[in-house]
C-alpha cells in the first residue's frame, strides 16, 4: 500500500493527473459549493478571481480527505472520502484558523 507520510510523497499524489481529475469530479459533484458552509446555511462558491500575484485563479474551493490522506491512504481517491470546502473552512479544519490569531499587543503603543 501507499504511504503518504513525507512531504514529498504527498506532493506527488497531489500532483498526479488521477487526484486532479478527481478532484475536479468532486467539484463538479459539490455544485462547486463549499459542503461544510452548505451545513451550517451559509453559500461559498469559485468566483473564479484571478489572482496578480500568484499569477493564476485564485483557490477559492479544495477538495478535502474527511479522513486524512496520511493516516487513511487507503482512502486516498474514494469519491465517499472526499467533499469540496473554502480555504476557510479547510484551514479551520486543520487548525490553521489565521483570522483568530492573537492581537498584537503593542499595536497602538506609541514608537520613539
Known sequence: MTEYKTQ??????????????????????????????????????????????????????????IKELEHHPDLALDEDNLETVCVDCHNKEHGRDFRNKKPNKWQHDERW
Open 8 to 65: 514529498e510523497q504527498k506532493s506527488k499524489f497531489y500532483n498526479s493527473g488521477e487526484w486532479k481529475k478527481l478532484r475536479a469530479e468532486i467539484k463538479k459533484r459539490d455544485n462547486y459549493e463549499c459542503q461544510e458552509c452548505k451545513r451550517q446555511g451559509r453559500l461559498s462558491i469559485d468566483t473564479n478571481e484571478y489572482s496578480e500575484s500568484a499569477g493564476r485563479k485564485k483557490i477559492q474551493l479544495v477538495v478535502h480527505h
